[in-house]
């Protein structure tokens, strides 16, 4: 695995997946704006989308999952020196108070005028405004462990956490130095 810096600041990084040639955010977006992709995925998700959102066209999800998708990534991707990427992550468990060391986030989309968005960009927080994405998913359903989708993802966060863990990766700096 190897890490990108997204905005080449050092606050937004993102994992290349071993036999991947392409980061995880750009993986993920690419993958959001492709109605092809989408209409996969909610044809396989249909019973969630329904139960979960109600919503039964699948035209009108792609819509929104487009909408919502360039409307997250002008909001990660902001190049600009003020930019704050802690407005956008929060806490990946709702209820957590405290500040964790290389704790797990979430972003979300914005809400849509029918229904709360269903997209999530997951990231381990290396510091005050820098944030290394993991990957990211649709999430149709309330826990992540509903889903093999979102499991997944689960697991993909553990697992460069322990790999940041085991090589003394402790901050942005620290991928930096990876990267020399």
């Given at each position: 695995?190897?890490f ?6 050092g606050?937004?990084w ?5 036999g ?9 977006f ?9 209409e ?6 249909i019973?969630d ?10 035209d ?5 999952t ?20 802690d ?9 957590r ?9 979430k ?23 820098t944030y290394l994405?993991t ?5 149709l359903?309330h ?20 790999y ?17």
């Open positions: 695995m190897r990108e810096d997204i905005l080449h600041n606050q937004l993102a994992v290349v997946y071993d991947d040639t392409q980061d995880i955010l750009s993986k993920t690419e993958n959001w704006l492709d109605p092809g992709y989408l996969e995925f909610f044809n396989r998700n019973k989308l329904e139960s979960y959102f109600h919503i039964t066209n699948l009108s999800a792609i819509y929104d487009i909408e919502d998708a360039v409307s997250l990534s002008c909001l990660m991707l902001d190049i600009r020196p003020n930019a704050n990427l407005s956008l992550f929060r806490p990946l468990e709702n209820h108070i405290h500040e964790m060391f290389l704790s797990r986030e972003a979300k989309g914005k809400r849509m005028s029918t229904h709360s968005s269903w997209l999530r960009i997951y990231a381990i927080k290396l510091g005050q405004g994405v990957g990211g998913a649709i999430k359903t826990l992540m462990a509903d889903r093999e989708h979102t499991l997944n993802e689960l697991r993909k966060m553990e697992m460069v956490r322990n940041l863990l085991d090589n003394g990766i402790v901050d942005a700096e620290g991928i930096s130095e990876e990267l020399l």
